[in-house]
Structure formats: structure tokens, C-alpha cells
């Protein structure tokens, strides 16, 4: 009865070095790593589609995509400037420092300033796995609703960034933004939140002037180690 205990925490230990190792394979390099979760369909590559763009003019970007199936999101990266590589995850429903691990292989990392690693569509077990990656963004949108911070608050709790895309659309449906902030506040105070739309591109300079800044930080640190 006691077994199954210790396996878990190996697992996750297990992880969590593979998460350290692919840290230093980035800080060696002075590549800033982000991870963006959502759930399905809230625009994760659509944003990375309308970031990577503005970002190439001056950074050179690395995309991972995780997905149970297809490569249309690695295609929609590289077609958008990045260097791309997708993980099928065959079925498991989030990345893992393992996965994670493997893409970096495949990736030119002495030629990549910033990494951005799209995680599998989920609310739930992303938050648990450690990637290495230095920033965790969650991105929400306008039509799941605004009771989702109510609901995964591990989620919530665990970013340091929130978009809130389709911002568009606050006018057609029923999302109250001031009970959606009341439930982000009381799990991720003063998170730092971004409100953006990829349909008319409201609030992407802004989330573009701050990937920048975080990248020339980790630039800047890497010279200095
Ligand atoms: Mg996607
Ligand atoms: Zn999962």
C-alpha cells in the first residue's frame, strides 16, 4: 500500500532533473525559455503566430509544439519565422521535461535567442511538470468563460504571466472581466497580465515589448556568468 508513494515521487524527481538539465542547456546560451498553457483552443498558436513575426525582427526564435497528434502547429510556427519542431505526444495530454529534452536536440541552440514551447491543450496536469523553461504563461480567453481561475486554480496559481486573448469578443459574450480578475487576484496576486486579440492585433506590442525585455535580460546574465 505504501509502494505506490515512493514510484511517484521518482517519477517527478525524475523530472525535475531532466527540467534542471534543460535549463542549463538553455542559461549556457543566454536563451530566455517561455511555456504557454491553455486549454484547447484558446489561442496559444495563434499567438505565437502573431508574436513571432515582430520578435524576428530581432531575436532569433525557436518554437516546440506539443500536441497529441499532427504538426499543424509546428507548421503554423515555422510558416510565422520560427524554427520549429513538434512533439506528438501520442496521447498523453502534457509535455515533459523528457520530451521537452528530445525537441532541444533537434533545435540549432547556439543560433536561438528565445524558445517558446506550446504545451499540450489542458487546464490541469501542465502545471505539474517542470520543463526548464524560465517563464509559465497561461493564456485564457474570452469565450471559455470567466469562471476558469474559480476552477483550476493550480493553474492560476502556478504562472507568472496571463493573456487574456479575444478580448474582441467581450461584447458577444457573457464574460464578466471584473469577476474573472476578482478570481485570478485571490490565487495570483499582481500576476502580470497582458490583454490582447489576434483578430485585431489589440495588446500585442505590449506582450512583444515584454518577451523582448525578458529576453535581453537573459542575454545580459548569460554574458555576465
Ligand atoms: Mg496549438
Ligand atoms: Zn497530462
Redesign the pocket.
Known amino acids: 500500500m505504501s509502494v505506490r508513494v515512493p514510484v511517484v515521487e521518482a517519477i517527478t524527481k525524475a523530472n525535475d532533473e531532466l527540467a534542471r538539465l534543460n535549463r542549463a542547456r538553455l542559461d549556457s546560451r543566454g536563451i530566455l525559455g517561455l511555456n504557454i498553457m491553455a486549454s484547447p483552443g484558446a489561442g496559444k498558436t495563434s499567438i505565437i503566430e502573431c508574436i513571432v513575426p515582430k520578435l524576428s525582427r530581432d531575436l532569433r526564435v525557436g518554437v516546440i509544439e506539443g500536441d497529441i497528434a499532427t504538426s499543424f502547429d509546428a507548421e503554423r510556427a515555422a510558416a510565422a519565422g520560427a524554427t520549429a519542431v513538434q512533439i506528438n505526444t501520442g496521447g ?3 509535455l515533459e521535461a523528457q520530451m521537452v529534452s528530445q525537441a532541444l536536440d533537434q533545435l540549432p541552440l547556439d543560433a536561438l535567442d528565445l524558445l517558446i514551447v506550446e504545451n499540450v491543450g ?1 487546464l ?3 502545471a505539474t511538470f517542470a520543463l526548464g523553461t524560465h517563464q509559465n504563461i497561461l493564456v485564457a480567453s474570452v469565450p471559455e468563460g470567466d469562471d476558469k481561475p474559480y476552477k483550476h486554480p493550480r493553474m492560476y496559481r502556478g504562472v507568472q504571466v496571463l493573456i487574456i486573448n479575444k478580448v474582441d469578443l467581450l461584447p458577444y459574450v457573457r464574460f464578466d472581466i471584473e469577476r474573472f480578475r476578482r478570481g485570478v487576484n485571490a490565487l495570483n496576486e499582481g500576476v502580470l497580465t497582458f490583454e490582447v486579440s489576434c483578430t485585431t492585433g489589440a495588446g500585442m506590442e505590449a506582450l512583444v515589448d515584454w518577451v523582448r525585455a525578458e529576453a535581453a535580460a537573459r542575454r545580459a546574465g548569460a554574458v555576465q556568468t
Open positions: 498523453s495530454c502534457h489542458n490541469i496536469c501542465p
